[in-house]
């Protein structure tokens, strides 16, 4: 194999990532429905055979622009008692440096397809920690979900809806108030 080859990017993967760049800021810009395969290569600056040849279609588009690792906490290193305030600070950081969460959120709140991506996020990722730490993995899923809704519940209202006192929350505020939310979620005794 010719080294300088193995070195320099080929012209395909700049052209993946001027698509799936693309594809986020239209996904984002206009919902998951009103994005078109056109627009999103019009704004990559290719032709739209291009993108319909490395994606298929919209749909797998979709999954591969919002394909998102959340990089959560390995669990076993989690401590069960700290785990709200690693989750929502996690969270928290993971919203303020990547848009194309916000943008699954839109998406995921108007369609299907958005729908079952975060499903999947949040069975893939999400579920091993919680049946980590809380005190009956049977109870993992329900106490998963929970803990979800307080973040994405952050997120829909601070990143999304931008409500003015979401916004105007400091992280440091954001933690102290839905940390011991998320740890009761997550270990507290379920309640008779």
Not at 90 to 112: I, K, P, S
Request: hydrophobic fraction near 45%; include cysteine.
């Amino acid at each position: 194999m010719n080294q300088s080859r193995s070195r320099t990017p080929r012209r395909s993967d700049a052209t993946r990532t001027a698509i799936l760049d693309a594809a986020r800021e239209r996904f984002a810009a206009d919902g998951y429905d009103r994005a078109t395969i056109r627009a999103i290569a019009r704004d990559a600056n290719i032709d739209p055979s291009m993108v319909m040849r490395y994606y298929g279609n919209k749909e797998g588009l979709f999954a591969a622009a919002v394909a998102i690792d959340l990089k959560l906490p390995d669990p076993a290193s989690l401590s069960p008692d700290r785990a709200g305030r690693a989750l929502v600070t996690h969270f928290l950081t993971m919203w303020e440096q990547n848009e194309v969460l916000t943008a699954l959120l839109r998406v995921g709140a108007t369609n299907e397809a958005g729908a079952e991506r975060m499903q999947g996020i949040f069975a893939d990722q999400l579920l091993p920690l919680a049946l980590r730490v809380c005190p009956d993995p049977e109870q993992a899923p329900a106490r998963a979900a929970l803990a979800s809704s307080q973040l994405l519940g952050l997120a829909l209202t601070r990143y999304v809806l931008r409500f003015p006192p979401a916004v105007a929350l400091s992280p440091e505020e954001i933690v102290a108030w839905l940390a011991p939310t998320v740890q009761r979620y997550l270990t507290a005794p379920h309640p008779a």
